[in-house]
C-alpha cells in the first residue's frame, strides 16, 4: 500500500475486538478481500503458514500462523463480534 492509498483509507482502526485477519479484510480491496476469504476456506489447501506469509509478503501485515488458524478455527474475537451483529 503506498502512503497516498493508506491516507485515502484513513487512520488505522482502533478497535481492538476484533484479530488482524478481520483488520486486514475490512482494508483490502473487493477483489482481494475475496481471495484472502478463499484462502482461509478449510478446504482451500491453503495451510495457516502460506497464508501469514502471503500477508506478510505482499501486504506487508506482520501477522502469525497462530493468527490465521485462531481466526479459522473462529475463536478469535472478530469471531465474537460478528456473532453478536458488532461487525459485518
Ligand atoms: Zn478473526
Known sequence: ??????????P????T????????????????ADALRTMLHPES?????DIARAL????GVPTTSQTINRHRRGDCLCNHA??????A
Open 17 to 32: 475486538s476484533v484479530c488482524t485477519v478481520s483488520t486486514v479484510l475490512d482494508q483490502l480491496d473487493p477483489g482481494d
Open 1 to 10: 500500500m503506498s502512503l497516498a492509498d493508506r491516507l485515502k483509507a484513513g
Open 82 to 87: 460478528a456473532t453478536t451483529g458488532a461487525d
Open 12 to 15: 488505522p482502526s482502533r478497535r
Open 45 to 49: 489447501g491453503w495451510t495457516g503458514t
Open 56 to 59: 506478510r509478503d505482499d501486504l
